[in-house]
T-cell receptor, first 115, second 114 residues
């Protein structure tokens, strides 16, 4: 089954404790991206990757890191989480055809709470 | 800069009513793509439709229809004979050719009561 898998789905952590949210897709997609969803703000892009070893900032990259060492994986790293990073996070992937023009497949979301 | 506006924060209807969700977009590109996603209470994002800027034909899929009007920069979504299962948050989104992201509106929460 074609899917984007995120882990963990739910996490409560404390300020400053490094954490990683993993994302894996099994559709051989070149493009992967991370979004955060906050009430009243919709979804905002954090980082994206057009292919292995190619990553770039989205609209709200501060406080986050990513890496793309393998095509299928795109982990989101919070080196020192703060309460303003409490949010619902979505990983997404699609085929690359010059831009994000095909369907963007989303993971089920990871709800993160930073105390 | 690209922008998507969904002015309706929340809409409440009674089952079987028709409802239209508005989406207005801004872009300088002549080539762009518009999307609608549904987010049910369970939280996942469900793809509904993608439309490119060169195709202004309206689309109908069962009870769902979409009206794309470049003259007013709008891409509205109508649900005919709404059902309780249509209760969700609906997001409109825009992607410009050459840019690597979808820009989302803030979403419209639709509540359909029996």
């Amino acid at each position: 089954e074609a899917q984007v898998t995120q882990n963990p789905r739910y996490l409560i952590t404390v300020t400053g404790k490094k954490l990683t949210v993993t994302c894996s897709q099994n559709m051989n997609h070149e493009y992967m991206s991370w979004y955060r969803q906050d009430p009243g703000l919709g979804l905002r892009q954090i980082y994206y990757s057009m292919n292995v070893e190619v990553t770039d900032k989205g609209d709200v990259p501060e406080g986050y890191k990513v890496s793309r060492k393998e095509k299928r994986n795109f982990p989101l790293i919070l080196e020192s989480p703060s309460p303003n990073q409490t949010s619902l996070y979505f990983c997404a992937s699609s085929f690359r055809d010059g831009s994000v023009t095909g369907e963007l497949f989303f993971g089920e979301g990871s709800r993160l709470t930073v105390l | 800069a690209q922008k998507v506006t969904q002015a309706q924060t929340e809409i409440s209807v009674v089952e079987k009513e028709d409802v239209t969700l508005d989406c207005v977009y801004e872009t300088r590109d002549t080539t762009y793509y518009l999307f609608w996603y549904k987010q049910p209470p369970s939280g996942e994002l469900v793809f509904l439709i993608r439309r490119n800027s060169f195709d202004e034909q309206n689309e109908i899929s069962g009870r769902y229809s979409w009206n794309f009007q470049k003259s007013t920069s709008s891409f509205n979504f109508t649900i005919t004979a709404s059902q309780v299962v249509d209760s969700a948050v609906y997001f409109c989104a825009l992607s410009e050719a050459g840019f690597q992201k979808l820009v989302f509106g803030t979403g419209t929460r639709l509540l359909v009561s029996p």
